[in-house]
């Protein structure tokens, strides 16, 4: 699936980091656990490998199987470690220039950087970085990692690594292949996600091991999985075994809870938690809330899927596919002209005419940002015969923008930030709209933290509790609550 330019109503995924340290074949490796992770972003793709002597690198624009589905180009990529990337720009363009793993060569050797976030003071640190000299290549910020490690007085890779780490704030997951070691970084409240695990072994070969951004990249190449790597954890992977360091102040745990909302694919477990269970039980929730008269369950496909489930479950009423997803749209080969925009959702979705006729429908879904999507999706079902569509949404109101690694529109253009529930039900022409609330969803998730507790979560884009600080982004929060009505 690449990137829809019919719809903007979706937040789109971050991205992807994955590396593995002592197997065969690692960029083969690599490019498969890349494509597990397809779903975190499909703009651009890259790959770094390390033969002991040599580095190796190969990106491209598009997706996993566009860029390495040539042969030529894995064989290319030689050596026993690798680290890759899947990309989609929250920071800078969508060139080639910007694709990631970056790599540079240091005094102590190379290093390739995978960078799954966003570092919320990176202008000011990049205006410090040019000043001392620093020449940029790329437009994205986590080149200001490359550029912190290059400047840093320490002798080892890792204590510029960490030297690095305590002058930026964001929120961020690393994967970093130097010459000697592979590494994996969660920022000190943990906001994305990243997993260890382990490849093969035997008695006499204790077998490789993997960092992930999830575990659905495990099960592809063959990796069980160990652990999650900890907020505030540097793993570092050698040829002496995995060693933990904690080199940053404690902090509160705060994990994108829209992880389970929406971005991990449902066959990943998530901070212990399986996805597709979490989904099902916040629907489960989502109707013991908002429960109204109906005679079938319809998921938006396919991420309300589970959800759907949980709903339909929980009300007693029967699940049906009333909207069928075409999975074959791949490169749009229109260009999306404004009449032909109104009707790129039927490229996407299509009625199912015998479901939907004469049903008072429950239409469930993730989330609405825009609303444009919604709004054509609810008058497909009318135009199918429905008689009653409700919609229920299986998140909070999406109320402010995502600084942190998730690419959402500013706050001015998000339906709920401008509107309440009742305007915003009229507006996608739904008969009654609902949202599970704060405290419903961390219910269904297991957690105290709902509203007036400190959350467990980052759940900045339902609430405006952002857990980091903002530094880069002060003057643009401010102009865009100028934008907002009444302000």
């Known amino acids: 699936m690449l990137p829809d330019r019919f719809d903007d109503d979706k937040p789109h995924e971050e991205c992807g980091v994955f590396g593995v340290w002592n197997v065969p074949d690692a960029a083969a490796l690599t490019a498969l656990g890349l494509h597990a992770l397809q779903h975190r972003g499909q703009e651009a793709t890259g790959i770094v490998s390390f033969d002991g002597q040599k580095f190796h690198q190969h990106r491209g624009l598009g997706l996993v199987a566009d860029t390495f589905g040539d042969a030529r180009v894995i064989s290319s990529l030689q050596g026993p470690t690798a680290v890759g990337h899947n990309r989609y720009a929250t920071t800078g363009e969508t060139i080639l220039r910007n694709v990631q793993p970056l790599y540079a060569d240091f005094e102590f050797g190379g290093l390739a950087v995978s960078h799954n976030g966003n570092l919320t003071n990176a202008m000011a640190l990049k205006r410090a970085l040019v000043r001392r000299g620093c020449l940029f290549q790329s437009t994205t910020d986590s080149e200001v990692f490359v550029h912190l490690i290059a400047i840093s007085l320490y002798s080892t890779v890792v204590d510029r690594l960490i030297d ?15 010459n000697d070691a592979l590494m994996g970084v969660r920022d000190p409240h943990g906001v994305r996600p990243l997993i260890l695990g382990r490849i093969g072994g035997n008695e006499r070969n204790n077998g490789g091991w993997v960092l992930a951004s999830e575990t659905c990249a495990l099960d592809i190449v063959g990796a069980e999985f160990v652990r999650d790597v900890e907020p505030g954890e540097i793993v570092i992977i050698n040829d002496k075994g995995v060693h933990s360091i904690k080199p940053f102040s404690p902090a509160s745990d705060r994990f994108c809870v829209f992880e389970y909302i929406y971005f991990a694919r449902p066959d990943s477990v998530v901070e212990g938690m399986p996805v597709y269970e979490a989904r099902k039980r916040i629907g489960e929730a989502l109707a013991r809330e908002s429960a109204v008269p109906a005679d079938v369950v319809v998921p938006v496909p396919d991420s309300g899927v589970p959800s759907a489930m949980g709903y339909a479950e929980a009300s007693g009423l029967p699940f049906e596919l009333g909207i ?61 015969g429905a008689a009653e569509v409700h919609m229920r949404i299986s998140s909070p109101p999406t109320t402010h923008s995502c600084f942190y690694g998730i690419d959402t529109p500013e706050r001015g253009k998000l339906l709920a930030a401008r ?30 933290g709902g509203r007036g507790a400190q959350p467990a979560y980052c759940d900045a884009c339902f609430t405006g509790d952002y857990p980091i600080s903002l530094s880069d982004m002060t003057n643009e929060a401010e102009r865009q609550l100028s934008l907002l009505p009444g302000q």
Do not use: W
């Open 164 to 178: 690095a780490l305590k002058q930026v704030v964001g929120a961020y997951s690393l994967v970093c292949l130097s």
């Open 324 to 384: 069928i997803r075409n999975h074959y749209v791949g490169r749009t080969f229109i260009e999306p002209t404004d009449q032909i925009r109104n009707l790129g959702v039927k490229l996407k979705h299509s009625a199912n005419r015998a479901v939907l006729k004469g049903k008072r429908v429950i239409l469930v879904d993730d989330s609405i940002v825009r609303g444009t999507t919604s709004r054509k999706i609810v008058e497909m079902v009318r135009q199918a």
């Open 419 to 448: 509107h309440d529930v009742a305007e915003m039900a009229k507006l996608i022409g739904a008969d009654t709209l609902a949202f599970i609330s704060i405290d419903g969803l961390y219910e269904a998730l297991g957690k105290a």
